[in-house]
């Protein structure tokens, strides 16, 4: 079993592809955290042109005033200039189609109508090719808001800096309770914790799940697996693949969270407690086997790797799950709902690593859920052998649903 174990490890560890691996996820990862912020912040090189059809006859000259005070390009100028429009004493609609003529032919971006009823109905509607462009509706928006409310302001009477005082918003500052003391932690810092912890062990499942496939069904398509079968048992064979490349994967995981602790330390940021960090620990390995048991489950019965890719591909789906229930775990981490899901095995490690951030589940519960995953890791690598046992040398058909029983009671 050592034997296969340290092959599989050495083979796939020397090779170029897990070296460039290292180093080309977090920096892809990274790339798709900080790439879009970037994008998203990147300041005009151009004044951009706007129409603006001003029904009310008063809002033209504030809201250009507004924006120049506002907004500036790096050069100074103002980022957006304002053209005004107007309707054709023919019709509306004609003054419609002439800015929507402009838009097209690139003279302006786009154009905001300003109705009448401005103050009462709160609703302004904006005109353009490209109405994705999220940073000028929201610059318009709330400069048109602003205006807005500083007029309703004076005709009641109101000083605008009095009001702004009022609306001002509150900071809280959030305060972890727990038996060791108090803990500063906010959202952030709960949620990264706990999306870090789903994506190392989605990751770890799909790479080293598909590694593991992929390995089974090479060693079948070549007949490489009748000679190994000759030389160790099926269970030594199945053991040592999954624990070199579990160690593959870990190794891999390993580097990375050397490297962001010591980030973490360098700049001062402590995510999670150690004993809360041991714990996730436990349940991403036993997490981790119970998935490479089920791949095993999978790729020893099939002969090609279209039908692993269909089937394994169900799995992923549940460890993507927890990621759409992030939010409302957090929100009431011991619902009814979230206790009967932490005690589903498949997804109590990412379960369970939602809730140990937020609210220590009590010492019974941590137990319970711990053995649940151990039974069941043991029970899916027992099956597994069996499995692996009796179909590893199954060529051209793949054995059907009450033959793999067989197999189990074999």
């Known amino acids: 079993m050592f034997v296969v174990a340290r092959w599989e490890y050495v083979e796939k560890i020397k090779s170029k592809a897990f070296i460039i691996s290292i180093v080309l996820i977090p920096v892809i990862m990274l790339a798709m955290g900080v790439v879009p912020g970037l994008l998203a912040s990147r300041p005009d090189t151009d004044s951009r042109k706007i129409g603006v059809f001003d029904k009310t006859a008063e809002l033209f000259h504030p809201l250009q005033e507004y924006l120049d005070k506002r907004f500036k390009l790096p050069d100074g100028k103002p980022n957006y200039l304002l053209i005004p429009l107007a309707d054709t004493v023919n019709s509306v609609k004609e003054g419609k189609n002439l ?42 928006t709330g400069a048109i808001r602003y205006l807005v409310v500083q007029h309703k302001l004076h005709e009641r009477g109101i000083d605008p800096v009095f009001a702004k005082e009022l609306t001002s918003p509150l900071e809280m500052k959030t305060i972890k309770l727990s038996k060791t003391g108090e803990e500063e932690s906010g959202f952030a810092q709960v949620f990264f914790t706990a999306y870090v912890f789903m994506m190392m062990l989605l990751f770890l499942v799909m790479t080293s799940g598909q590694l593991l496939v992929r390995s089974m069904l090479e060693e079948k398509s070549n007949r490489v697996v009748e000679v190994l079968v000759s030389s160790c048992s099926p269970t030594d064979l199945m053991a040592g693949k999954i624990l070199g490349l579990s160690g593959l994967g870990l190794t891999q995981m390993g580097i990375w969270a050397i490297i962001g602790i010591a980030i973490s330390l360098k700049f001062g940021i402590t995510l999670i407690a150690l004993p809360s960090a041991l714990l996730l620990l436990v349940y991403f390995i036993l997490g981790y086997l119970l998935y490479a048991g089920i791949f095993v489950t999978v790729g020893a019965p099939v002969s090609t790797e279209q039908e692993a890719q269909q089937i394994t591909s169900y799995l992923t789906i549940i460890l993507v799950l927890p990621v759409a229930l992030a939010l409302p775990v957090m929100q009431n981490p011991n619902s009814s709902l979230v206790t009967i899901l932490t005690y589903f095995p498949l997804m109590t490690p990412t379960m369970m690593a939602m809730r140990i951030p937020i609210n220590m589940p009590s010492a019974g519960e941590i137990i319970a859920t711990i053995a649940l995953l151990v039974v069941s890791a043991a029970g899916v690598i027992w099956a597994a052998g069996k499995i692996f046992r009796a179909a590893i040398l199954v060529y051209g058909k793949r054995p059907t649903i009450p033959e793999l029983f067989r197999f189990l009671r074999a």
């Open 99 to 140: 800015a929507d003529a402009l838009v097209m032919a690139g003279d302006i971006e786009g154009y905001v109508i300003i109705p009448k009823t401005i103050m009462t109905d709160s609703s302004i509607e904006y005109r353009s090719e490209n109405v994705g462009n999220i940073r000028v509706t929201d610059r318009l």
